[in-house]
Every structure is written in structure tokens, then in C-alpha cells.
């Protein structure tokens, strides 16, 4: 499909979803982006940056998604193009949550119907685009934190080995989520501080919004973070214990054994003499004995709060 071009008042959006051969040549005939950034673009997913030049600004910014089967996070890259009259984004994979917001902002074009984001520059354009695209990520962090307390019952009721899984998956996930944001947070701060052509100074206190949005998500991970950290070393500590307590009574049943096996040995020996050997009742007598050097060695190990 052809790039996805919405004339708005103030500016034009042109967004393409998946990248394709043909988008390139597009942006190279209609535009003249260094072509160092064509070839970032090309290439798929790359690291988050800003490059800033005289007529444009090129912008890389990364995104989570979330594989429900897999239950792990991933990240969605955005690479845009930001002029005085212009924006141009391009989505590596096909995003169909920008391309029915760019769909939007045609229709509303073609019916003449006036929005905020139709009135007003590219630079506010794409701030409304940020706002909405990490808003909408807010309740899959919640989602987190409410996973984190049902991890945190299951670690505190004995369910340790479940929880175990639980807390890696979240600990994967957090550290992708924070490696994901940490960027973006430098990335804000440049376009808050930015003061020229493209980026108005009217457009501080909007980039700010965004920059605070993402600093919340920052703090909030963080705390889900060393949340997670102490619920693991507390499930780890509830484990070696159970591992411990395994191996005490081990340890009791095997000393506890040991005189039954000397005696079934020496008795079990071809020699004679030994006591009640050739008795009648020899037998049970060794017996008694037997269960006597047993139940001595629990009450002992009990009495000194072995178990």
C-alpha cells in the first residue's frame, strides 16, 4: 500500500506501515533526508536516538508490545520524520493502531471537520501521538503491579514453585520495559529543551506532559522492580529452607538407621556367641532394640530442636 497521506491544516502526515522498497523511493524523491537516516530506516529496528538538522528532526523511539502467548515483552520501534510542516512516520511491522489514528485525521480532512490536531503545527501533531501511544500502555504497567501482589500471596501461602516462574516472567519483563523507557526518558528531555523553527517554544510544556508520563512509568517500574527482587530473595529463602528441612530429616532418619544396619550386619555375620543369638525370643528381643536406638534418636534430635 501507497504511504498514508493526511493534509491537515497546519501540516501534512504522511505515515507508512510496513517499510517497503518503494516507501524509500517515495521519501527520496519527496523529501531530502540524509541518507544516513534512509538506511536506519531501512534496516529495521534500531537503537533510539535523535539527530537534529536545519529543516528536520529524525527520530528513533521505541515502544513495548506484549506477546501474550510467550508472555514476554517486545519492543515496537517508530522512526519519524519531524519538519516545520511536516511529519512523516514509518513502522517497521504493520501498526494498525497509527494507521486508524492517520485514517482518522484523512477522514476528518475530507469531511472538513476541524480538530486540535488538524489546527495546529507538526510539532503538536506529534505530541499527540506520543500522548496517546504511551498512554496507552499505562494499564499493561498496572497490570503488573497487580500481578506482583498475586505472586506476592503465592510466595507467602507456600506456593513457592509456582511463584518461582511467576517472578522470573515479571523480572524478564520489567528489565525489558525499563531498558525500553530509560531512552525515550534522554530522548524527551531534548525535544522539551529544543528551541527552534520546528519545535517551538509553546511545545515545551507539551513535550514536558509526555516526558512526565514516561518518568511516572520510570518510577513506577523501579518500584516494581526492587518489589520483585525482594519477593524473590524471600522465595528463595522460603525454598533453601524447605530444601534444608528436607535434608535434617535426611539427615535423622540416616543416623537413626545406621546402628540397625551395624547390628543387622554383625548378626548377620556366620560367628557365634552373640547375645540372644540362640535364644527363642532372641529375635524380637533385637527387635525391641532395634526400635528403642530409633525412637532414642528422634526424641534425642527433638529434645535439642534439630526438628
Known sequence: MSPRIAKLKNSTWVHISPIREEDIGYLEKHYKFHHLDIKDCKEGVQRPKIDIYDDYIFVIFHFPTYNKKKKRVNIKSLNVFLGRD????LSPEKDRFLESLNLKARNRTKKKISS???????AYLLYKILDVLYRKYLPFINKIGEHISVIEDEVFSGKNKSANINLAIRRRNILNLRRILFPQLRIMDKLVEMRNNIIPESMSTYYDDVDDYIENMWSALTNYHDTVDGLYNTNESFINQKTND??????IIS???LPLTLIASIYGMNVTGLPFADHPTGLWVIFIIMWAIVIGSIYLAKKKNII
Open 86 to 89: 511536516f511529519l512523516v512516520t
Open 116 to 122: 486540535d490536531i488538524m489546527d495546529n503545527s507538526s
Open 246 to 251: 528436607v535434608i535434617k530429616y535426611l539427615t
Open 255 to 257: 543416623v537413626a538407621l
